[in-house]
């Protein structure tokens, strides 16, 4: 019944609400606080310009007067910190290749203050409302990223900068809009994203210096990893949650859609999917992770040839960096003497992974 992490997270008010009145002795309180917390997330969520957001609960007038009977508990802080970490776990294992969706993360967000955790969980931005900055927790996340993953075929893959370089994107800072943005982090992307190629293309550019800035910061997954100690839990999952998401990209990746902005978005998606994949596998022992490899390759010479061949440059290149090469910043190496190439989803022109058009 529940078909997709957003499907999961408009369930989850029915059960964060009755963590999010824990405190308040008065039975009736808790309860009219749990209809308020029920009702406003029930709103639409949306993503604003100028580093603006929407207002949050804690600022209605009628929330904040409450906020005086709350009482400490440091059970409520143990039992969201719990709650949090089986969101996780289950929309990871449901839906392994699909990102963490803003209205999830509007759910894990107070779950993570009634934990009393400080896990800077990014959102999904729009391409063309991007304002080209990011604010610091950006930066924060992707100093988590490089350090749990530094050595990792994620980290080789993507080419992840050191942890120590990380950290100092962290503190290379400026102020838009009244708030504290990131600055350092916001030049790297822009300088990565050229890999998606040059032009004046300004969603696409956008999308491109986007995607990068989730490939650092591995679009919350590192950080819920490392805020929840989930480490033990996730690589027993690994083999079995990156093995479906692999098999989710090559099918999902087939699909011919007859509009070409529905081609698009297949390809920004199975990217998306390509590394959540490269994540789980980061946690594999290597014997399970060439196992993988071996088991996608087969896979992938299955389909249909003219597909099989363009793909298999990206399987190519992820057995390259497996086998300890690496991709120039164009995103392109050699393998065996073949081309191979980096997979992203977005393209500042047309992308190479699309069939050629007619003409070409």
Request: aromatic share 8%; glycine share 6%.
């Amino acid at each position: 019944m529940i078909g997709s992490a957003e499907v999961l997270a408009e369930m989850l008010p029915q059960v964060t609400a009755r963590i999010a009145s824990a405190g308040l002795d008065d039975a009736a309180l808790r309860e009219l606080y749990e209809q308020i917390y029920a009702a406003f997330r029930r709103r639409r969520s949306l993503l604003l310009l100028d580093l603006a957001h929407q207002v949050q609960l804690e600022e209605l007038p009628w929330v904040a007067a409450l906020h005086p009977l709350r009482r400490a508990d440091l059970g409520t802080a143990t039992q969201a910190t719990e709650a949090l970490a089986q969101v996780t776990v289950l929309a990871l294992s449901a839906f392994p290749q699909t990102i963490t969706p803003n209205p999830l993360v509007s759910e894990m967000r107070p779950l993570a203050k009634r934990a009393d955790l400080s896990l800077p969980l990014v959102e999904e931005i729009a391409a063309d409302i991007f304002m080209g900055t990011f604010t610091a927790k950006w930066a924060q996340a992707a100093a988590v990223a490089s350090r749990r993953l530094a050595g990792t075929v994620y980290a080789r893959y993507y080419d992840l900068p050191r942890p120590e370089d990380a950290l100092a994107l962290h503190g290379d800072t400026g102020k838009r809009w009244g708030k504290r943005t990131a600055r350092g982090f916001a030049e790297l992307c822009t300088r990565r994203a050229k890999e998606a190629g040059d032009g004046n293309h300004g969603v696409a550019r956008n999308g491109a210096i986007l995607e990068q800035s989730q490939i650092l910061t591995t679009h919350n997954l590192a950080v819920l990893l490392d805020g929840l100690g989930l480490e033990d839990t996730l690589r027993q999952l690994a083999p079995d949650l990156a093995e479906r998401t692999l098999q989710w990209v090559v099918r999902r990746h087939q699909q011919t859609a007859p509009a070409f902005t529905a081609r698009l978005r297949m390809l920004k998606n199975t990217a998306y999917a390509w590394r959540q994949a490269l994540f789980y596998l980061s946690l594999c022992e290597p014997a399970v992770q060439h196992h993988q490899l071996a088991q996608l390759e087969a896979l992938v010479w299955r389909q249909d040839p003219a597909w099989a061949q363009r793909f298999s440059l990206v399987v190519a290149g992820l057995r390259m960096v497996m086998e300890g090469g690496r991709f120039n910043d164009q995103g392109r190496g050699t393998y065996q003497r073949r081309p191979v190439r980096r997979l992203l989803g977005w393209s500042v022109g047309h992308h190479w992974l699309m069939p050629p058009r007619d003409g070409d």
